[in-house]
């Protein structure tokens, strides 16, 4: 059991954080833990994908002394794509940011509860 | 064979999208608008002109993106479709833009039209791309986009509903990210692959040797799960009513026929392309989709029933009918397929033109939207009164019309699942096609009777691009149901291709 955890400790701590970031999303009243909730989240995938993706004395895949076996590297498209999961949540959490102040200016209160009862509130 | 230049259509008709969406952030918005519309059309053609191509090649084909073959570089592939949703879509999108431009110029803030207009051209090249792609991650990229253009749509009309319907709509949007970029991860961790037909040859592969059946079962939950989140699927559509019902017209119809849709049919895709059909009508979380499919059919018909307001109405009955089509995929059956398709193209064209009317109708009532002051609106506006009928008859299921063929297909594909689940499949089409009727039949009978007494109709501003757009709208719906055999005959097609 113990081998096990030690053996997949980064997936073990990924799935943590996923499920801490999903449930603040989900759950958490307050916009701006949410989108800190959305990032946990996020940053956890990333963590699970470059923890498979290293793979222990290899290198990152730039031909340097001529060394071109496949066996010396590793392969580049996880890192790729944490990159581009990376620019995805920073151009969400910026819309969800700029969402969050108009809210707040309308409503003064980053509570999401809150906001609905003002917003029924409004025009009925 | 050789490449005939016909087949570059996928790739023009996402790259003149983008090249529309960047080009419109700098025009002034009298343009932009027309620009949209203008894409739509063309885009429309060009897939059309690719359908009739694919009816005759008989088989899909891989369109390189870059100089790396496969596994390793990017793809587009299409098959007939691909083509025929692609058409369907963009003419969606061309006629909403066109019926909702005079009130897009009221509700939308004066300096800010032509960037909604980019929203309207980006929703447009995500739904292209992730109808063609070959490629998982790239279709989750398409997916944010269309997330973010979605929640930018919602605000295009500024008020406090749509503001809080926009964050609603993103929280709940982004959980449904999150899941399905967990299972693209654990997809890639599995098998090592991202395009599709790789992946699907390792989980073929997998599955006949008995390994992994446990991270396979949780990719189909994570994928069902994240995806049906994003398509308003029953329980997660509660920030729905608000955003179609207070946003302009146009958003309101892309965000309830394209977007949406969008997110479904990329769920059709990764079932069939992605994990292989026979893995998935094994698993069990098809009873899942089923049982959500079955309650939403339900909940939306009755919450539409209960509501007061036309347009949050036209919006509960979208939950009912994803229900459908839900429910159809959870059949567990390949004709289930086919029929959710079709239910999935005839909802889009009805419940645009119910979007596109009912904001007509209720301007001709002097933008009230109680029940009892929309009396006598179809005559004083006959082009949404005409258009509104047609599309609630289609819904309800009135023979001839789209909807009418669509429930045939589900029923058909009911009894081919045969056991509980076709009775349960009956019974509830039985009855929400009863609480249809009920709704919809209901505002159709108010719209003709003579208006409440002391009720002065306001005089109605007629545009003529409004008018346009209704009697175009008619028409869709219309061909939807006579076209119901060779549209079928290419979803057919389409799915067999799919393999």
């Known amino acids: 059991m113990l081998t096990v955890i030690m053996e997949h400790l980064e997936e073990l701590v990924a799935v943590l954080l996923f499920a801490i970031g999903f449930t603040t999303l989900l759950l958490n009243r307050n916009i701006i833990k949410k989108i800190i909730g959305f990032n946990i989240m996020d940053t956890a995938i990333y963590l699970f994908l470059t923890s498979v993706g290293y793979i222990e004395g290899r290198t990152a895949p730039i031909l340097v002394d001529g060394i071109t076996d496949a066996s010396h590297y590793i392969n580049p498209i996880p890192s790729g794509l944490v990159l581009t999961g990376i620019v995805v949540s920073v151009s969400v959490s910026a819309l969800m940011l700029s969402l969050t102040v108009r809210l707040y200016r309308r409503y003064h209160t980053l509570n999401i509860d809150h906001i609905t009862m003002l917003m029924k509130g409004e025009d009925d | ?499």
């Open chain 2, 1 to 499: 064979m050789h490449m005939q230049f016909v087949q570059n259509v996928p790739f023009f008709s996402i790259m003149l999208c983008m090249i529309c969406g960047i080009v419109s952030a700098m025009l002034p918005s009298r343009v932009a608008k027309w620009v949209t519309v203008a894409l739509g059309g063309i885009v429309a053609a060009l897939n059309l002109w690719l359908t009739f191509f694919l009816a005759g090649y008989g088989q899909s084909y891989v369109y390189l993106m870059g100089h790396f073959p496969a596994p390793w570089g990017n793809e587009i592939r299409a098959g007939i479709l691909e083509s025929v949703l692609a058409v369907c879509f963009s003419v969606i999108l061309m006629l909403s833009m066109l019926g909702g431009m005079s009130k897009f110029e009221e509700q939308v803030h004066h300096g800010k039209q032509n960037l909604v207009c980019v929203m309207l051209d980006l929703v447009l090249a995500a739904m292209m791309a992730m109808l063609y792609t070959n490629d998982l991650f790239t279709g989750y990229v398409f997916i944010e986009i269309m997330t973010l253009a979605a929640c930018a749509l919602i605000m295009s009309r500024q008020n406090g509903r749509t503001l809080v319907s926009a964050i609603r709509y993103m929280i709940m949007s982004l959980l449904g990210s999150g899941l399905t970029l967990l299972g693209i991860t654990m997809t890639y961790n599995v098998t090592g692959h991202l395009l599709m037909e790789n992946i699907q040859e390792t989980f073929a592969k997998l599955h006949a040797t008995g390994q992994y059946q446990l991270p396979i079962t949780v990719i189909v939950g994570l994928f069902f799960v994240g995806l049906g989140i994003k398509s308003a699927l029953y329980p997660f559509h509660t920030w729905l009513p608000d955003a179609y019902g207070y946003s302009t017209p146009t958003a309101s119809a892309v965000l309830s026929s394209i977007i949406s849709k969008a997110y479904i049919f990329l769920l059709i895709k990764i079932f069939y392309r992605v994990i292989g059909i026979q893995i998935v009508m094994e698993n069990q979380v098809l009873t899942l989709a089923f049982a959500f499919g079955i309650v939403g059919m339900m909940m939306g018909s009755i919450d539409a029933i209960f509501s007061h307001d036309l347009r949050r109405m036209v919006a509960f009955s979208s939950v009912a009918q994803i229900g459908y089509i839900y429910a159809g995929l959870g059949l567990g059956v390949h004709v289930g397929y086919a029929a959710a398709i079709f239910h999935m193209v005839m909802h889009a064209f009805a419940k645009s033109a119910l979007f596109m009317s009912a904001s007509a109708l209720a301007d001709a009532s002097g933008n009230s939207k109680r029940f009892s002051d929309l009396r006598g609106a179809g005559f004083r506006h006959p082009a949404a009164g005409v258009c509104f009928t047609i599309a609630s008859m289609s819904l309800v299921g009135v023979p001839v019309l789209g909807g009418f063929v669509a429930k045939m297909y589900l029923s058909d594909a009911a009894i081919t699942a045969g056991g509980a689940r076709m009775w349960i499949m009956l019974a509830a089409l039985a009855v929400s096609t009863l609480l249809n009727v009920l709704y919809l039949m209901k505002t159709v009978v108010t719209l003709y009777r003579p208006a409440r007494e002391g009720f002065s109709a306001p005089a109605v501003k007629r545009s003529w691009r409004t008018e346009i757009a209704l009697w175009g709208f008619v028409a869709a719906n219309v061909l939807v149901g006579l076209l119901a055999d060779p549209l079928m005959q290419a979803i057919r097609s389409g799915l067999v291709m799919f393999d």
